[in-house]
């Protein structure tokens, strides 16, 4: 899966920085019991919430990888509604769209 322009430059940017990030990430999900697509579904919603446009899209693309049905991750976002309200919502599952 080809990674953002953005995320390219910044990996020409700072590449070990970037490797460190990344190698956090696989760490972080190696160190638990939860499924992987549970764990993208986790994250999808935590961007949802940080209103990241482009984590959404990244972590919508994982989950269906691991697995996650479009119901699945629709369903992940609009669980948000009472948390993060309905504008933001909106806004994550227009992004799913896009996605």
């Known amino acids: 899966m080809a990674k953002p322009k953005h995320f390219n430059e910044l990996a020409k940017r700072y590449p070990e920085y970037l490797a460190a990030v990344e190698q956090l990430g696989e760490s972080v999900k190696a160190a638990g019991p939860l499924e992987p697509k549970i764990a993208e579904l986790i994250q999808l919603a935590a961007a949802a919430a940080v209103h990241s446009?482009?984590?959404?899209?990244?972590?919508?693309?994982?989950?269906?990888k691991a697995g996650a049905t479009a119901d699945e991750i629709n369903h992940a976002i609009l669980l948000l509604t009472s948390t993060i309200g309905f504008p933001s919502v909106a806004a994550a599952l227009s992004w799913l769209d896009d996605a």
């Open 53 to 64: 446009e482009g984590s959404v899209h990244s972590h919508a693309r994982r989950a269906r």
